[in-house]
């Protein structure tokens, strides 16, 4: 039986066609795994054990009948808190939410489903994916894998470390401002935000709905390809969802060395800046050097808005999560015993709202509802909106003389658990690399660098043209061939 350690889809699907496992076996060997090591690292907030292996026996038959499977067949998978899964928590973790149940599947959910993928569990994250650590979580601290001393990133802490700890093949998250890509840094694995648009939002818990995307961690980038393949594509369910026919793009799992080689790389000015560790900079010096040796050219650029991209976010970014967060009154999806003595409605909001919500939560909502209210609106969030134009425009600019940019995915490696949780602005910053890729809409992707300057991961990020997932996914196939 190979080790779980081992495990890729592309290995595990080869392994099941060879009949060296079956898809139970390894099903069963990582609810196993996870009831120890999880003790330790805290990444599941629910396991899903009874549907998990009645699907993976569904392959099992399959593959005895002869039939043909897909490649996510049996393959398993965490899922972040905010997806739902018909039947099972979906709490975002939030105590606000901590009765609630799915009742129906979010739609990368169904796409799952279809290709036969088993779901172990529903991963930590940050409250309503608010935060770049996971510990505004309502219900425990998940621990980076590579020293549970430190913080796996965030908000998709829980879906990064499942992957890296081995309680997962894959997995997925979501980003607004770098859910995927900071925690897949922290963690060393790989994490792809999509275009805005590629894959559906509909049954995800919104933080900001002109910011979101789901995307997959793999520990290749071959398997993020695999899993951004199965979840992308138009869902009807989803208005800003559109059909780009990834489905059939060849070119995400098959890249070809001489079109990878054409694409020139831009190094972003502001981007390289003084504040960078020296770790995350001698890192990404190295990856610069490796992409060279494989004939891709580099460039510097300018996008010279950056500075004003962590204002604008958390102004737009507040001003929708704080009109999302408005559904949760505590009387629709669940309720709370807190509130049962409520004399009125007001009541019963201010108790439910007030016990349910942590305090991140609050901060945005409130902030939210100020640079909404009147005589406050045109001054912040209407200006955010035209702040975003122009760091959209930054990208369209540069993507004019070059096809991807490099740069860190996050100032810094992991920190220790605790170190930033007083001080939100200094939360904020570990995204400074990674907002202005939301507000502008772009794919991203972030990949492991293997400096050895110190033993925590570092990540470096490619963002690249808008539906162009295919130069990301392809640079980082070939550069990951380097290693071997
Ligand atoms: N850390 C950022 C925030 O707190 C991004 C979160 C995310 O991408 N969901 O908003």
Known sequence: ???????????????????????????????????????EIDTYLALAEKTALQEAEKTDIAIAKGENIEDLAGVPLAIKDNILIKGLQATAASKILK????????????????QHAVFLGKTNMDEFAMGSSTENSAFKKT??????????????????????????????GSDTGGSIREPASFCGVVGLKPTYGAVSRAG?????????QVGPFGKTVEDAAILFKAIAGYDPMDATSVEKNYAHNDALLSPKLENIKQLTIGLPEEYFVPGTSK???????????KLKS??????????????????????IMTAEASSNLARFDGVRYSRNEKADDATGLRDLY??????????????????????????????????????RALIKNDFDEAFKSVDVILSPVAPTQAFT??????????????????????????PAISIPTTSNLSSLPVGFQLIGKKWREEDLLGIGQFYEKLEL
């Open 1 to 39: 039986m190979k080790s779980l350690h081992n495990l890729t889809i592309r290995k595990f699907h080869e392994g099941l066609l060879k009949k060296d496992f079956s898809a139970l076996e390894i099903t069963q060997k990582f609810f196993e795994y996870i009831k120890i090591k999880d003790i």
């Open 99 to 114: 009765n609630y149940v799915a009742s129906y599947d979010a739609g990368v959910i169904k796409r799952l489903k279809n």
């Open 143 to 172: 621990k980076n894998p590579h020293d549970i001393t430190r913080v796996p990133g965030g908000s998709s802490g829980g879906s990064a470390a499942a992957v890296a700890a081995h309680m997962a093949i894959a997995s997925l």
């Open 204 to 212: 995800i818990i919104a933080l900001s709905s002109s910011l979101d």
């Open 279 to 289: 770790e995350v900079t001698a890192a990404i010096e190295e990856s610069i050097k």
């Open 294 to 315: 494989l004939g891709l050219r580099f460039k510097t650029i300018s996008l010279p808005h950056t500075k004003y991209a962590l204002s604008c976010y958390y102004i």
């Open 350 to 387: 201010l108790k439910q709202r007030g016990a349910g919500f942590g305090a991140e939560a609050k901060r945005r909502s409130i902030l939210g509802t100020f640079v909404l209210s009147s005589g406050y609106y045109d001054a912040y969030y209407e200006k955010a909106q035209r702040v």
């Open 417 to 442: 658990i605790g170190e930033k949780v007083s001080d939100p602005l200094a939360m904020y910053l570990s995204d400074i690399f990674t907002i202005p890729v939301n507000l502008a809409g772009l």
